[in-house]
């Protein structure tokens, strides 16, 4: 299948694009390169543009015989939503409106979304399951929401089948440790915690140590990103019998802060500062998956469960690439 991966030189897009042409199916990137690296698609057929450019992406559905579209060019920084609502609108949701249009004008029938456990906010009962209340508390979950409820309607109409992915924290480096994350700056807790072991960060801080939880920080639901971009290629195929499809992608399982920590000290060997500091707001204690309907409906399962496994992966490319990638 022809499939175009928006977002496709991001840590997530640049993973499924290699799966997806393990697999056998031809893919082809469309990014702005704003926050994707070139040097993460390597041979891969390219398209630079933006999903605000309705022409282009019609011209690209069109010429290039696109047959699915997978949606991984969102913004995703949880503070700077909060920081520049405005922002987060028009790129999320806006620009993924000017998508889905163009793939209607193309006559592309296929849509895999990129989406996130924010959409439930803060839940009241832990595992979260897909039809607890969507009550996201900052505009990058509502955003996401949003695209959901629109794929939803669109789908209704008969325009188009989909399925809306709802992930947890996704991490480690996938295609043998090819592929890792690259974000500038950087905010996720396992990259973060190899960047202070490899002496580039003057020290890992732990936001709350009062949590109600095992040892009193925040746990969080760990997903290696080669086991959440084999869920996106099971749900590709089951948009041949379905036309809606929202599953959770998590590991089922909880690791604190101070697991994380840990983790990458055992896997690098290195020590290095910690600074306990005040809790954030809005952070939830806990928040992990259950994600029996992704492994009952799209025949999942999880092949790469542990931190450590996870932790050893993102290492890998750290090492191999210290200062990120080299464009």
């Known amino acids: 299948m022809r499939v175009l991966v928006c977002g496709g030189a991001g840590y997530i897009g640049s993973n499924m694009t290699a799966m997806l042409a393990a697999a056998g199916h031809e893919p082809v990137v469309f990014d702005n390169l704003s926050k994707g690296h070139i040097s993460a698609i390597a041979q891969t057929e390219f ?4 999903l605000g450019d309705y022409e282009l992406l019609v011209h690209t559905l069109g010429d290039y015989d696109i047959q699915a579209v997978m949606h991984f060019a969102a913004f995703i920084e949880v503070g700077e939503s909060v920081e520049e609502p405005l922002r987060y609108y028009r790129n999320n949701l806006s620009c993924t409106q000017n998508l889905l249009s163009a793939m209607e004008t193309a006559g592309v029938r296929k849509f ?11 839940p009241k009962d832990v595992p979260i399951v897909e039809d607890a209340p969507t009550e996201p508390i900052n505009p990058y979950g509502q955003t996401k929401l949003a695209v959901e409820k629109m794929c939803h309607y669109q789908s209704r109409a008969g325009k188009f089948a989909y399925a809306s992915l709802r992930y947890f924290n996704t991490c480690g480096a996938g295609n043998n440790a090819a592929l890792g994350e690259d974000h500038r700056p950087e905010s996720h807790l396992i990259p973060l915690t190899i960047q202070a072991a490899m002496g580039k960060r003057d020290d890992i801080k732990i936001y709350g140590t009062d949590y109600e939880t095992p040892d009193g920080t925040c746990v969080r639901d760990y997903i290696h990103i080669d086991d959440l971009c084999r869920a996106h290629l099971l749900a590709l195929d089951k948009l041949e019998e379905r036309e809606e499809l929202v599953c959770n992608l ?9 697991e994380v920590i840990e983790t990458v000290k055992k896997v690098s060997g290195r020590g290095f500062k910690i600074v306990e500091t005040d809790r954030r707001a809005g952070d939830p204690p806990a928040l992990t998956a259950d994600a029996t309907k992704a492994k009952s409906e799209l025949g999942w399962k999880i092949e790469r469960p542990e931190l450590e496994e996870m932790v050893s992966t993102a290492w890998q490319w750290h090492t191999r690439y210290p200062d990120g990638y080299p464009d």
């Open 47 to 50: 398209v630079r543009g933006d």
């Open 250 to 258: 998590g590991n089922e399982r909880g690791h604190s802060v101070r």
């Open 112 to 122: 895999v979304f990129s989406s996130t456990a924010a959409v439930y906010g803060i």
